[in-house]
C-alpha cells in the first residue's frame, strides 16, 4: 500500500526552524529516491531536496545551506530540517516518492520524478 503522511508545518517567524517528517508505508520507503516539494499559491511546485536510496542528497539553489533531509530506515521516515527561515519559504511542502522502480536524476530535485505524493502540510513564515 502506498501511503505518505506528513506532518510538522506550522507557523514561524523569520530566522526561526521548523522540522517535517514524512512517514512511508513500507513499500514507499523503498523507493529509489524521496523527496520534498513546495508549492506557493499561484506558482509552480518546485523541488527541496531529495534523499536517494544511497544516502545521498540534493537540494535547490535556494535552501542549499539552511534545509537539511535526512531518512530514519527503522521508521520508514524522512525529515526535513528547516533553518533561518524566509518569507519565500512560505508555501504548502509535500513529500513525495519516485517508487523502487523509478530512475532518479542525480543531483536535480524534480518533480517528474516522482510517482507518489502525499497530502502536503503548510509552512508559513512571517517577517
Known amino acids: 500500500q502506498v501511503q505518505l503522511v506528513e506532518s510538522g508545518g506550522g507557523s514561524v517567524q523569520a530566522g526561526g526552524s521548523l522540522r517535517l517528517s514524512c512517514a512511508a508505508s513500507e513499500v514507499t520507503y523503498s523507493s529509489a529516491c524521496m523527496g520534498w516539494f513546495r508549492q506557493a499559491p499561484g506558482k509552480e511546485r518546485e523541488g527541496v531536496a531529495q534523499?536517494?536510496?544511497?544516502?545521498?542528497?540534493a537540494y535547490a539553489a535556494s535552501v542549499k545551506g539552511r534545509f537539511t533531509i535526512s531518512r530514519d530506515n527503522a521508521k520508514n521516515t524522512i525529515y526535513l530540517q528547516m533553518n533561518s527561515l524566509k518569507p519565500e519559504d512560505t508555501a504548502m511542502y509535500y513529500c513525495a516518492a519516485s517508487g523502487a522502480s523509478r530512475i532518479c536524476t542525480y543531483g536535480l530535485v524534480r518533480v517528474s520524478d516522482h510517482t507518489y505524493w502525499g497530502q502536503g502540510t503548510q509552512v508559513t513564515v512571517s517577517s
Open positions: 534523499i536517494y536510496r544511497s544516502g545521498a542528497t
